[in-house]
């Protein structure tokens, strides 16, 4: 019987997908059991993933690659809001709620993150799962954000309802956390690689964790850095974005990345758009205008990959704190509230593992990503893993497995 279990365990090991640190990428700081968000004590995570049909874009049919991601600060059994606090980087995107979250402070409710054109139906979906499960708010104003997924699918052909963002809800767990092409990460591409949904955290000297969730469908090939490398450069000409021509009409769909037929191979051009979610949780105590600092370090992370946050990229944050449990959003009790704070010296250490955590959950998702068809026949390939791996080599970065 023992050996049968041992034989189980090895086998659910290979099945499972390599991260980055897997693939020797080194990375800063000390990660948490899960090295997710999910490292956060109550923080859970679901997704609902749509992917249907291929070939030729025939809008409200498809072909559909999109889909829903929730995160729910305190977890599905949890009515109490959080304190946090939301940051732009670059505002070419949207995020619900942030004019209610600035006023005060509080997150009241969970975040659902899914693509450009889906934004107002998850928010509504929100609200409605808030009502059902007797939210003690007089009413609701929950988070909804986006990045953009129209070039693997059908995004005006709005196919993300109302019964996808709840199933997102209502599956959301804690544990592991599915990274890649999954949830509102489906279509999503990622410094010229398919991009999506990743993951990471650290774990501070004095306790404290933090843990980040991004999704990532921003920045160039050219300008991409891991660990220090210019691996985009290395790889520019590697298995390219390329478009599948159409039997029916022999005609190719345009977007500004290479052809993978031209020869030679077109350079992609530098166009560092898109956009970029990135959800912060700590369990450390922290106010409001803690977490508006807090939420403003991811920006680093993408720099230290080579992100300009550019013109046409909606780079957003939001962060907060599971501390501080006795947050209500209606009580009668006019008594102050006593609640903790770290002191403002003790915050580089946060500081840095944000920071770090970005980096390493972007690269992530780009490692989880498998190549993606989608609409038109357009291609979109994964990282190579043994390109990366090349690169950093190359560069003297590779942590040997």
Sequence with gaps: MRAMLIIAALALTAAAPPRARDLGVPFDGSPGPLNAITDVGGVEVGHETIVEGRGRLVPGKGPVRTGVTAVLPRGRASTTPVFGAWFTLNAAGEMTGTT???ER???DGPILITNTHSVGVARDAAVKWMVRRGWPALWNAPVATETYDGVLNDINGFHVRESHALAALDGARGGAVT???VGGGTGMICNGWKGGIGTASRRLATGE???VLVQCNYGSRALLRVAGAPVGAEL????PICYARLAASGETRRWPVPDCRATPLTPEPKRPDGSIIVVVATDAPLLPHQLKRLAKRPSLG????GSIAGEGSGDIFIAFSTAN???????EDRAPKPVAMLPNDHLNPLFEATVQATEEAIVNAMVAAETMEGAEGVRVPRLPHE??????RKYGRLQER
């Design 100 to 102: 209610w979250l600035e």
């Design 105 to 107: 402070g509080l997150i």
């Design 179 to 181: 990274e890649g092409a």
């Design 209 to 211: 964790t933090v843990g």
């Design 236 to 239: 520019k000409n590697v298995d």
């Design 302 to 305: 993408l720099g230290r990959l």
């Design 325 to 331: 449990p006795g947050l209500e959003s209606v009580d």
């Design 387 to 392: 390109g990366l791996r090349a690169a950093l």
